[in-house]
Structures are given as C-alpha cells and as structure tokens.
C-alpha cells in the first residue's frame, strides 16, 4: 500500500499475504471494517504466483471514505467452500483530506 492513504483516496492497492498456496482456491477476498464498523468483502486476485500466496485489490470510491483505522484480513476458500482460511488481521490508518 501507499505510504500515506488519505480519505477519499481511489485505486490504493491493498495487498495480503496469506501463508497458504493459492492453487485451485474457489474465493480470494479481502474482508474490510470501516473506522465506523462497517464490514465489507472484495473480491481479490492473486499476485504473481499461487503458490505465494499473496492477494491484492485496488480500492474504489466507497472504500476509504472515512478517516480513521481500517482492519484487513484475508479469506480464502478451496473445493466451493468446503475448506476456508482467514489471514491475520491488518490495520491501516486513512488520513483526513486537508479540504
């Protein structure tokens, strides 16, 4: 991720890595809690090799607009979500714009 992410902020990558080999997973997300609680999921996508284990997504307009402390964590699901697997969880802070 960038350096300093501000509030309003759009195509801020958000990368994960997730301890596990990727070959053959059914679901890669990124699951995110808003400074306010919300929780959402992104679809994510595979960085270089599946055998890495590292996901990525690029943030949209409704993704940081809040200023404040951001959790991230990593789902992964195999065989239709017969097997699921969750990373460690993740902060960031969202820095207010100055306007």
Partial sequence: MATEIFKGDLGTVIRLTTGIDLTGNSLLQIWIKKPDGTFYQRTAS???????????????SVDLDEAGTYSTQAHVEFSAGAQKFNGTISEFDVIPELA
């Fill in 46 to 60: 595979v960085v270089g090799a599946a055998s890495a284990g590292i996901i990525e997504y690029t943030t949209i």
